[in-house]
C-alpha cells in the first residue's frame, strides 16, 4: 500500500522471479468499459483494472448509464444503457487523459450536453490534439483559453470525414474512430506511422464495419449495437516493462512476465531493450482479441541505441527506457519525441532533472534527448528524485533505485495504473516509507 511522503529504495542483489499478478492492461480497461456502452447485451469482463484512471473511466460509464454489477472480486458484468444517457453532473476523469480523450471522441457524436474535468495536472494538459481534429468535422467542444479542460461538449450527430492526422497519436485515432461510429455516413482516418491499435481491434471483434490497410483506416456507421464482450484482460505490457528493466539492469538476474499483451504496438520496448543486449524472449499462449503471451528477461551488458521510429509505440515506456540507456555502455539518443512533452507532464523534462539528480551525464532536445551510458553508477547514498505526479516517471525511478538509491517524492501517483507496484518490487528489494 502506498503511504507516505517518501519512497525509499536502495541498490539490489541479483534475483530470479516469476510474476503471473502485474496489474491488467490499462488501455483495454478503458476501453471495455466505454465500448460496452454501445452494446444490447451484457459483458463480462475478468481482471478489470482497478486503479485511479481506469476506475474514474468506469464511474463515468456508470453515469452514462452503464450498469456494474460484481460478480466476484475478479469479474464484472457491464449491462448497457438503451441508449446513453445526458448526465447532471461534471464527468470526472480524475488523471486519464486516455479517458477524456476517447470519452471526448465518443459523446460528440451523441445527443446531449457533457463536460469533462479532471484533477490539476489533467487540467494542465493541453486538449487541442483532440478539440481541433473533433472540431474539423463538425463537432461542438468548447475548453478554456489554449484547449485546456474542464471542456463541454454539446453532442450531435456528425457528418462523415476524411481527416488525415499531421500525428500518430492511438489517443487522437481513437476518438475520431468513435465519433466516426455515430456519424451520417462512412468515414476515413489516415495517420502517418501505424500509432497502438487496441481501439480498431476491440471495435472489429465486437462487431464494427472498420476496415485498415496500412495505415488508413474506413469506418462505417454503427446500424446496431455492438456485440457484447466476454473477456479475461491481460497484463499490461508497459506495466510489465519496469520489471523487465530490473532484470536487465541488475546484474545476474531473470524474471518471466506470465499472461501479457503481445500486441506487436505494445512490446516496442522489449524490441529496444533485446537491441540493446539483454536476452528476451517471447512465448505466445492465447489469442483473444489481443495476442497473448509469457516474457521472459535476462541480465546482459546493454549498449546504447538511437531511437527515431515508433515513438507512438514507446510513449509509455521510452522514461524506463531512459534508466536503460543510463547504465548502458555508450552514447543513446532519442529522436522525433515531441509527443512526451505532453503527457501527465513533459517526460522530457521529467526524465532528464532526476538523471541529473543521479549524476548522470545527458542533454535535451526540443523532440528527444540524449544520454550518455555508463553515468549511472551505483551509490547507497539516495538521490532526490520528483515524480512530477507521472506515475512512468515515478516507476522508472524506483527501478533505478535497485542501482542506485534514490527517494522518491509524490510517489502515490502510482496508483493510477499500477496498485500493487510496490508489492512486486519488495520481491525484489524491500522498500522504505517515509512519512
Not at 490539476?120 to 478554456?144: D, E, F, T, V
Request: with cysteine; glycine share 6%; hydrophobic share 40%.
Amino acid at each position: 500500500m502506498l503511504i507516505g511522503k517518501l519512497l525509499c529504495i536502495s541498490p539490489a542483489q541479483s534475483f530470479s522471479l516469476e510474476v503471473d499478478d502485474i496489474a491488467a492492461d490499462k488501455s483495454i480497461s478503458h476501453r471495455c468499459a466505454m465500448f460496452s456502452l454501445l452494446t444490447d447485451k451484457p459483458s463480462v469482463i475478468k481482471n478489470y483494472l482497478l486503479a485511479e484512471d481506469t476506475l474514474h473511466t468506469l464511474e463515468i460509464a456508470k453515469t452514462l448509464g452503464l450498469e456494474v454489477e460484481e460478480i466476484d472480486s475478479h469479474t464484472m458484468r457491464f449491462t448497457p444503457p438503451k441508449k446513453i444517457k445526458e448526465p447532471n453532473c461534471i464527468l470526472d476523469c480524475g488523471n486519464a487523459g486516455t479517458g477524456m480523450r476517447l470519452y471526448a471522441g465518443l459523446l460528440s457524436g451523441v445527443e446531449g450536453f457533457f463536460v469533462l474535468s479532471g484533477d490539476k495536472y489533467l487540467c494542465a494538459r493541453p486538449m487541442n490534439r483532440i478539440i481541433q481534429p473533433l472540431q474539423s468535422i463538425g463537432a461542438r467542444i468548447h475548453s478554456r483559453a489554449g484547449g485546456f479542460a474542464p471542456m463541454a461538449i454539446i453532442g450531435s450527430q456528425l457528418d462523415g470525414f476524411n481527416y488525415q492526422s499531421p500525428i500518430s497519436s492511438a489517443q487522437v485515432k481513437s476518438a475520431m474512430i468513435l465519433a466516426a461510429l455515430h456519424a451520417k455516413d462512412k468515414s476515413t482516418y489516415i495517420e502517418n506511422e501505424s500509432s497502438r491499435d487496441h481501439t480498431e481491434k476491440m471495435l472489429i471483434g465486437m462487431g464494427a464495419e472498420i476496415k485498415k490497410h496500412e495505415n488508413t483506416i474506413h469506418i462505417s456507421p454503427l446500424t446496431k449495437p455492438l456485440e457484447s464482450v466476454d473477456f479475461a484482460i491481460p497484463a499490461d505490457p508497459s506495466s510489465a516493462f519496469f520489471f523487465a528493466l530490473a532484470a536487465a539492469i541488475v546484474p545476474g538476474s531473470e524474471i518471466l512476465l506470465k499472461n501479457v499483451v503481445l500486441n506487436k504496438t505494445r512490446i516496442q520496448a522489449f524490441e529496444i531493450l533485446k537491441q540493446m543486449g539483454a536476452k528476451v524472449t517471447f512465448t505466445k499462449t492465447s489469442s483473444p482479441y489481443e495476442e497473448v503471451g509469457d516474457i521472459y528477461v535476462a541480465y546482459a551488458p546493454l549498449h546504447g541505441i538511437t531511437i527515431d521510429s515508433h515513438i507512438s509505440w514507446l510513449i509509455d515506456e521510452l522514461p524506463a527506457l531512459g534508466i536503460a540507456m543510463a547504465v548502458a555502455n555508450g552514447k543513446s539518443e532519442v529522436k522525433n519525441a515531441k509527443e512526451l512533452r505532453v503527457k501527465e507532464t513533459d517526460r522530457i523534462h521529467a526524465l532528464l532533472v532526476n538523471l541529473r539528480a543521479l549524476g548522470v551525464e545527458c542533454e535535451e532536445r526540443e523532440d528527444g534527448y540524449v544520454i550518455y551510458g555508463g553515468t549511472l553508477k551505483t551509490s547507497a547514498k539516495p538521490a532526490s528524485i520528483q515524480s512530477f505526479g507521472d506515475h512512468r516517471i515515478a516507476m522508472s525511478f524506483a527501478i533505478a533505485g535497485l542501482v542506485s538509491a534514490v527517494e522518491i517524492s509524490d510517489y502515490a501517483c502510482i496508483s493510477i495504473s499500477f496498485p500493487n507496484f510496490d508489492a512486486i518490487l519488495c520481491r525484489i528489494q524491500s522498500v522504505k516509507y517515509i512519512v
